[in-house]
Every structure is written in C-alpha cells, then in structure tokens.
C-alpha cells in the first residue's frame, strides 16, 4: 500500500489500507497520520472516520494528577 500511495498520494483507499496495516503491525501513530491524510482528501469517508475514532478511544489515558 505504501507504494500505491508514493505514487498516487491523493488515493483515497491505499491511504486507508495503508492505516489498517500500521494498524496490525501496531504502529498507531503511523496509522492516526494516514487517516487523517485520507480524510483531508475526503472528510465525508466514513471508514476512516470511524477508524480514527476507535483509534482515540483504544489510547492510552494520562493519568489524572
């Protein structure tokens, strides 16, 4: 997917595939970068707008002090 997205930066799909991937590989911060990168390019793509959200909602919350 990183190759699709090298040489087409603008396709939607490979950007969220791309994230799903890190994801897996348990790299949130490369996935949450992703699909922000596909929703710049559709803020209306439902999928990574739900992937986004669960993202946040898996991270870790800083303790309170």
């Known amino acids: 997917f ?3 997205v090298a040489l087409s930066p603008d396709y ?13 590989q348990g790299l ?11 929703l710049r390019i559709d803020t209306k793509f439902v999928p990574a707008q739900k992937a986004l959200q669960k993202l946040y909602a898996q991270a870790p919350q800083p303790a309170n002090r």
Do not use: H, Q, V, W
């Not at 799909?13 to 994801?23: P, V």
């Not at 949130?28 to 596909?38: F, Q, S, V």
């Open 12 to 24: 939607l799909e490979a950007r969220f595939n791309l994230a799903n991937a890190y994801l897996r």
């Open 2 to 4: 990183s190759k699709a």
């Open 28 to 38: 949130p911060g490369d996935a949450e970068r992703e699909l922000k990168e596909a």
